[in-house]
């Protein structure tokens, strides 16, 4: 069977966009992409990727190389010919009350009304709260109002870092359509399913459900996976006190395939630019609705908490003060392969340690440039574990990246002034360790050899 060259926009090339084009025109569809950020513009329209993602650079390039990826300021050269518009920019919390800001969002429905001449799905990739596809639908409609379109909802779930993986081979699609609107339901859903071919020929399951449970099921989601890291955080603190080992622990939950081995990782309090705002999101959304969601509103509490408290742990691992001490830290983004470094709890830990007198001594391998508009100016940045651990009396291992996985006890204890780690992402074994003779303190496991 000849298949037709679907052409498709996706309104922002950031995290999502970017990866979700660049998906797509691998599939085969040309897509173009509208970004507003000059800086970001610049960079995509010359080859070069403006986050990091690994693979995410050769797949824009060959891309482009292809003629399947284009990148656009303005909208209307953009969306002729489209078949599909995905509006993929960002929803922020907003600022005072946690909802999501949805000011990105219903510009870029303004500007599709105002420039969109043919049938087109109009498709929310961003993370929005429930009733803003109908909402689109409005203000599109007042603003063109003999225009034929629909609405849809179809949520993203990659993960920052594993992106391309998840786009290409995700768990599962959903999408939301106007069920209850017969033939132009189905119209979206012919367009929809159009574009997602090749991950059905790939058996991923796709589920068609309604606007609202599509909304729904990405807070859903994330605030479930939230709770998870709470509760495994607030059990890694229950086995300190108690000597219980939390990695025994969460191997032994994980073989029950109704818990799941994944998200059981203790860790400083998960950050990234989507649990923290999402889990507030869903809270306000569910209090205004008069059906609150207690267990979310509880998770997100005890990881505001747990961010904060984590620095005063450190001050007690290091006798009480670190006034004047040298702090080494490994890792500042919010995990590994990534240079994102929203709500990251190295930006609350080396805050508070530079207001307790600390020096702070940084490295990460991608994100320190990220990281200094966010950081004090007072601390260090360094391109290299030796450079960072010299003469430190701490060194905390914040992220998880590969190349602090093989750190030498004895090269440690040659560089710091005293060979303390304080291992936040239990990458260690605590007994090899500690027969090393270095003075280590991980997450939940027990400190002695
Ligand atoms: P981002 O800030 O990296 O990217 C958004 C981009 O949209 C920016 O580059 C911005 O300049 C651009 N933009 C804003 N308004 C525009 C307009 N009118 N026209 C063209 N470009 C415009 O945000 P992100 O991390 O990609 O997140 C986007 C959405 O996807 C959010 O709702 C987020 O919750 C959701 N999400 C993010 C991830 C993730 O891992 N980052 C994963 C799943 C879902
Ligand atoms: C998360 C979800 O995993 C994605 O499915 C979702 O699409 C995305 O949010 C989103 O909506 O933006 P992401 O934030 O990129 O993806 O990264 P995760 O791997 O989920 O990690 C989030 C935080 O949890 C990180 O700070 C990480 O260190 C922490 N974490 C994760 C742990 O502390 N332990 C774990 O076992 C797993």
Request: hydrophobic share 40%.
């Amino acid at each position: 069977m000849r298949r037709v060259i679907v052409r498709i926009t996706m309104i922002g090339g950031g995290y999502v966009g970017l990866v979700s084009a660049a998906c797509f025109a691998e599939f085969g569809l040309n897509v173009n992409v509208v970004e507003t950020n000059p800086d970001r513009l610049n960079s995509l329209k010359q080859g070069m990727i403006p986050i990091y993602e690994p693979g995410l650079d050769i797949l824009v390039s060959n891309n482009i190389k292809a003629n399947r990826l284009q990148f656009f300021d303005k909208i209307e050269e953009a969306i002729p010919d489209c078949e599909a518009i995905f509006i993929a920019v960002g929803t922020p919390p907003r600022n005072g009350d946690g909802h999501a800001d949805m000011t990105y969002v219903h510009q870029a429905a303004l500007q599709i009304a105002q420039h969109l001449k043919q049938y087109a799905v109009i498709v929310t990739k961003s993370t929005v709260p429930v009733g803003t596809s109908r909402r689109i639908a409005q203000i599109i409609r007042q603003t063109n109002p003999d225009l034929e379109f629909d609405v849809a909802s179809n949520p993203e779930f990659l993960r920052e870092g594993d992106a391309i993986q998840d786009c290409m081979k995700p768990d599962r699609v959903i999408i939301g359509i106007e069920k209850e609107k017969k033939d132009q339901g189905k119209k979206a859903q012919a367009v929809m399913t159009r574009l997602y071919q090749p991950l059905f020929q790939q058996e991923t399951p796709i589920v068609f459900t309604n606007l609202e449970s599509a909304e729904l099921a990405k807070y859903a989601s994330n605030c479930f996976l939230a709770m998870k890291l709470s509760y495994v955080n607030e059990l890694a603190d229950l086995c300190e006190q108690v000597g219980g080992n939390i990695e025994d622990i969460t191997k032994s939950m994980g073989l029950d395939p109704r818990i799941g081995r994944y998200f059981l990782q203790p860790g400083p309090g998960f950050g990234g630019s989507c649990f923290p705002k999402d889990t507030l999101a869903l809270i306000r959304i569910a209090q205004e609705a008069g059906a609150p969601v207690r267990m979310v509103e509880a998770a997100a509490q005890a990881n505001d908490a747990r961010k904060t408290n984590m620095s005063g742990r450190i001050i007690n691992l290091c006798g009480g003060s670190v006034n004047n001490k040298t702090i080494a830290i490994l890792g500042l983004t919010f995990k590994p392969n990534t240079d994102d470094m929203r709500e990251s709890a190295s930006l609350p830990i080396i805050h508070r340690l530079i207001e307790e007198g600390a020096h702070i001594k940084a490295f990460d391998p991608i994100g320190n440039e990220k990281a200094q508009p966010l950081l004090p100016k007072a601390v260090q940045y360094f391109e290299n574990i030796k450079d960072t651990a010299l003469n430190a009396d701490a060194l905390i291992i914040l992220t998880e990246w590969s190349e602090f996985r093989s750190l030498s006890p004895n090269k440690l204890k040659e560089w710091m002034k005293s060979p303390l780690v304080i291992d936040l992402r239990n990458i260690y074994d605590p007994k090899t360790m500690i027969n090393e003779g270095i003075h280590y303190y991980s997450i939940g496991r027990p400190q002695k050899a």
